[in-house]
């Protein structure tokens, strides 16, 4: 499945942005765990947030505990990221990524070995 991330942009501290993460045409996440991480400059990718195939259930990083929110819509074949009280220490590339989940939880604490399809990155600047 081939990924495509847009909603980027600049933000004001504060604002809020929703990414979007669209799977190719014809493909189906029902037996997709999806993820979001992102890269700060100078820093290593880290993972944002998860959600499992399997039961629906979410990780996210206690940095953006209570202020994202991480969700799928299987029909549309898209994973959004709602990024509320944007802070500028989110500011970084953010990258949706995949991997088939049959068994077991990738979502448990998403390792970014374990995802082996990504989607271009979209850049969130959250800057006065």
């Known amino acids: 499945v081939q990924l495509q991330a847009s909603g980027g942009g600049l933000v004001q501290p504060g604002g809020s942005l929703r990414l979007s993460c669209a799977a190719s045409?014809?493909?189906?996440?029902?037996?997709?765990?999806l993820a979001w991480f992102r890269q700060a400059p100078g820093k290593e990718r880290e993972a944002v947030s998860c959600?499992?195939?399997?039961?629906?259930?979410?990780y996210l990083a206690d940095s953006v505990k209570g202020r994202f929110t991480i969700s799928k819509d299987n029909a549309n074949a898209t994973v959004y990221l709602q990024m509320n009280s944007l802070k500028p220490e989110d500011t970084a590339v953010y990258y949706c990524?995949?991997?088939?989940?049959?068994?077991?939880?990738?979502?448990?604490?998403?390792?970014?070995?374990?995802?082996?399809?990504w989607g271009q990155g979209t850049q969130v600047t959250v800057s006065s």
């Open positions: 045409s014809g493909s189906t996440l029902n037996y997709y765990a």
């Open positions: 959600i499992s195939a399997r039961d629906d259930s979410t």
């Open positions: 990524a995949t991997r088939v989940e049959r068994e077991g939880n990738f979502c448990w604490y998403p390792m970014e070995y374990e995802f082996d399809q």
